[in-house]
């Protein structure tokens, strides 16, 4: 079974500032997708990033990129300019490639962004 | 274009009660999923429909748990007798895939809260 570990519960980052959330993941597998997601208070989960892990190329999308490192099986989100408006519940989750669609997701980095 | 919808948004059960949820996926999205979402936690998959076909059960849903997709649209989720240890969000979530193709990003509904007194 995937698992997917989230090591830091909360983090803090001033307005204008770069974060950096951690997330590994555990899978013999070989194809899989790897999504972060985004959860404001009492607000529906949005999708922030995705990456195929067949792609040596790290995504990114305007102010958020990954660094998708496959051997170490870890896939960290940077944050770059930090908004207020960041400020939520990041997950990070799994996906394998094959027959089975589900998301597995960690337990989540709660990211306070300060002025 | 509107997106997952969820009813109701917050539900209040007493113990030993059912309950149902409905979720409305994107349109012509042509799979679905539900999650569970207790507190201080990431979700939990339990249930994946491809059109109306439930192709995937968590050993999470449990035999008082029942989830269907009648005519490939919109799904309900049912919790029959009801119990505390049930109470978290249920969120569910809607892709568009192809074939045998996976990989489709989810796109998620507001959820709804269950409370079970």
């Known amino acids: 079974a995937q698992t997917v570990t989230q090591s830091q519960p909360e983090m803090s980052v001033q307005e204008a500032e770069t974060v950096t959330l951690s997330c590994t993941y555990d899978?013999?597998?070989?194809?899989?997708?790897l999504f972060w997601y985004k959860q404001p208070p009492s607000r529906q989960m949005i999708l922030v990033i995705r990456?195929?892990?067949?792609?040596?190329q790290n995504a990114t999308e305007n102010r958020f990129s990954v660094n998708f490192q496959k051997a170490a099986k870890s896939f960290s989100l940077k944050i770059s300019d930090s908004q207020l408006g960041d400020t939520a519940m990041y997950f990070c989750?799994?996906?394998?490639?094959?027959?089975?669609?589900?998301?597995?997701f960690g337990t989540g980095t709660r990211l306070q962004v300060t002025l | 274009d509107t997106g997952v919808s969820q009813n109701p948004r917050h539900k209040i059960t007493k113990r030993g009660q059912n309950v149902t949820f409905r979720c409305d996926p994107i349109?012509?999205?042509?799979?679905l999923y539900w999650y569970r979402q207790t507190l201080g936690q990431g979700p939990e998959f339990l249930t994946y429909?491809?059109?109306?076909?439930?192709?995937?059960k968590s050993r999470l849903l449990s035999d008082r748990f029942s989830a269907e997709r009648p005519k490939g649209s919109f799904s309900t989720l049912e919790i029959q007798r009801t119990e505390q240890g049930d109470s978290a969000m249920y969120l569910c979530?809607?892709?568009?895939?192809?074939?045998?193709?996976?990989?489709?990003?989810?796109?998620f509904g507001p959820g709804t809260r269950l409370t079970v007194l």
């Open positions: 429909f491809q059109n109306e076909a439930q192709l995937e």
């Open positions: 899978t013999s597998e070989n194809n899989y997708y």
């Open positions: 989750a799994f996906m394998f490639g094959g027959t089975a669609s589900k998301l597995t």
């Open positions: 349109s012509e999205h042509n799979r």
């Open positions: 979530a809607s892709s568009l895939g192809s074939g045998g193709s996976y990989g489709d990003t989810q796109y």
């Open positions: 990456q195929e892990a067949y792609k040596q």
